[in-house]
């Protein structure tokens, strides 16, 4: 099976600050015929459904502030939000499609104030 | 406005069944593959199935291959989960979803609640 393993699991950051959440894949998710990597990332506040913010790795969903960047290809992937802002306060999750079981999810990494 | 509604959760007990419908609007329904993905309570997110556009062809999740059936009616715009067997560890939100070109999930449902007890 694909494991998608988060780090930190969770994150504290002050107003203002660089965040920085880590994303590894137990197999690779750059697919050759198109040199796309399928790798998304999600934001999920409480109570509320995810929230699609980067797909490809690095393409920001339409509308998500360009605070918010993904990066990485193969297996090592980082969501960078860099400035943090009150409304970031949630749990986000990357999700691979490439193998089996076909979308796996990060557990998740959740991000406060410090 | 683009938009999934899910309902038909509850309490059910072990061994039970429940079906879960999701109603899409505000885009061409048939066109976009569609999932179904759960949560457990303050856990995370774990996909469950999908089908494409016609109902042609569906995969599922080892924990629920065989228990689980997912289907669309597309005349009704809507999405489906049959679940059977089910068991304490169904418990969860189940979310439907869309997936987008980068097999992505790019809309989501409010999710329903479905809790498996005596």
């Known amino acids: 099976d694909v494991v998608m393993t988060q780090s930190p699991d969770s994150l504290a950051v002050s107003l203002g600050e660089r965040a920085t959440i880590n994303c590894k894949s137990s197999q690779s998710v750059l697919y050759n015929s198109n040199n796309k990597n399928y790798l998304a990332w999600y934001q999920q506040k409480p109570g509320q459904p995810p929230k699609l913010l980067i797909y490809w790795a690095s393409t920001r969903e339409s509308g998500v502030p360009d605070r918010f960047s993904g990066s990485g290809s193969g297996t090592d992937f980082t969501l960078t939000i860099s400035s943090l802002q009150a409304e970031d306060v949630a749990v986000y999750y990357c999700q691979q499609y490439y193998g089996s079981p076909l979308y796996t999810f990060g557990q998740g990494t959740k991000l406060e104030i410090k | 406005e683009v938009q999934l509604v899910e309902s038909g959760g509850g309490l059910v007990q072990p061994g039970g069944s429940l079906r879960l419908s999701c109603a899409a609007s505000?885009?061409?329904?048939?066109?976009?593959?569609m999932h179904w993905v759960r949560q457990a309570p303050g856990e995370g997110l774990v996909w469950v199935s999908r089908i494409n556009g016609d109902g042609s062809s569906t995969n599922y999740a080892d924990s629920v291959k065989g228990r689980f059936t997912i289907s669309r009616d597309n005349a009704k715009n809507t999405l489906y989960l049959q679940m059977n067997s089910l068991r304490a560890e169904d418990t969860a939100v189940y979310y439907c979803?869309?997936?987008?070109?980068?097999?992505?999930?790019?809309?989501w449902g409010q999710g329903t609640m479905v809790t498996v007890s005596s």
């Open positions: 979803a869309r997936e987008d070109t980068a097999a992505d999930f790019d809309i």
């Open positions: 505000g885009f061409t329904f048939r066109n976009y593959w």
